[in-house]
T-cell receptor
Framework: QKEVEQNSGPLSVPEGAIASLNCTYS??????FFWYRQYSGKSPELIMF????GDKEDGRFTAQLNKASQYVSLLIRDSQPSDSATYLC????????????FGSGTRLSIRP | KAGVTQTPRYLIKTRGQQVTLSCSPI?????VSWYQQTPGQGLQFLFE???????NKGNFPGRFSGRQFSNSRSEMNVSTLELGDSALYLC?????????????????FGEGSRLTVL
C-alpha cells in the first residue's frame, strides 16, 4: 500500500465547474497535509496546507480533511483553463515528521 | 526574496560516472529536502538536512548521498550512475519543521536539475 494515494486521472472538467481532487494516506498519525500544483515542465508550487479536520478555504480553493477516514481533498471552484495541471497531495507523517511524502498526482484538464 | 536555486539545470552523463547537484535555499531557510521525480514513480523522497545533519532518509541505495553546509546550501551526489537514475532532481527548502509546531515546514521547490544518463 502506498503511503499517499491519488487517482492519476486525467480528470476532465468543463470551465466554470467544480473540480474535486481526492487523496488518501496510510499513516493515521499524519500531522500536516499539503496540496501542490505542478505545471508541465515546472516545479511544484504550494496551493494550500491544512492541519485540522474540516474545511479550509482560500479563494477558489477549498481543502477538506477527514482524519478518521484518512482522506484529504481539494475543491477548485469556477475552474479555469489555467488550472490545468497535475495536483500533488503531500503528507507529513508522525513517525518521520521531518519527511513529506507525495502522492503520484492527479492530472486535471479544464476544457473550455 | 530569491527563491530556491538549483544548479546545474540540465546535465548529461554516462553510466558509471558520478554527478553532484547543488541547491541554495531561500534565505533564512535551514531545512533542505531532496526529491527524485520520474514519470513512473512520481516524487520520491531522497533525504532531508537541517543544520548540517541528515534528519531523514528515503529508500534509495547508498549511491545517493548528500550534505549540507553551514550556510544551509546543500549538495547531493550520485555515484556509479545507472540508466534508471535519469530523472528530475528537485530541491526544496523550508524554514524548518519543529516538533510540536504544526504550521511549519512547508516546502518551496527549486526548478530542478534534469539528469539524463546515457
Amino acid at each position: 500500500q502506498k503511503e499517499v494515494e491519488q487517482n492519476s486521472g486525467p480528470l476532465s472538467v468543463p470551465e466554470g465547474a467544480i473540480a474535486s481532487l481526492n487523496c488518501t494516506y496510510s499513516d493515521r498519525g499524519s500531522q500536516s497535509f499539503f496540496w501542490y500544483r505542478q505545471y508541465s515542465g515546472k516545479s511544484p508550487e504550494l496551493i494550500m496546507f491544512i492541519y485540522s479536520n474540516g474545511d479550509k478555504e482560500d479563494g477558489r480553493f477549498t481543502a477538506q480533511l477527514n482524519k478518521a477516514s484518512q482522506y484529504v481533498s481539494l475543491l477548485i471552484r469556477d475552474s479555469q483553463p489555467s488550472d490545468s495541471a497535475t495536483y500533488l497531495c503531500a503528507v507529513r507523517g508522525l513517525s518521520s515528521a521531518s519527511k513529506i511524502i507525495f502522492g503520484s498526482g492527479t492530472r486535471l484538464s479544464i476544457r473550455p | 526574496k530569491a527563491g530556491v536555486t538549483q544548479t546545474p539545470r540540465y546535465l548529461i552523463k554516462t553510466r558509471g560516472q558520478q554527478v553532484t547537484l547543488s541547491c541554495s535555499p531561500i534565505s533564512g531557510h535551514r531545512s533542505v529536502s531532496w526529491y527524485q521525480q520520474t514519470p513512473g514513480q512520481g516524487l520520491q523522497f531522497l533525504f532531508e538536512y537541517f543544520s548540517e545533519t541528515q534528519r531523514n532518509k528515503g529508500n534509495f541505495p547508498g549511491r545517493f548521498s548528500g550534505r549540507q553546509f553551514s550556510n544551509s546550501r546543500s549538495e547531493m551526489n550520485v555515484s556509479t550512475l545507472e540508466l534508471g537514475d535519469s530523472a528530475l532532481y528537485l530541491c526544496a527548502s523550508s524554514l524548518a519543521w519543529l516538533a510540536g509546531v504544526r504550521n511549519s515546514g512547508e516546502l518551496f521547490f527549486g526548478e530542478g536539475s534534469r539528469l539524463t544518463v546515457l
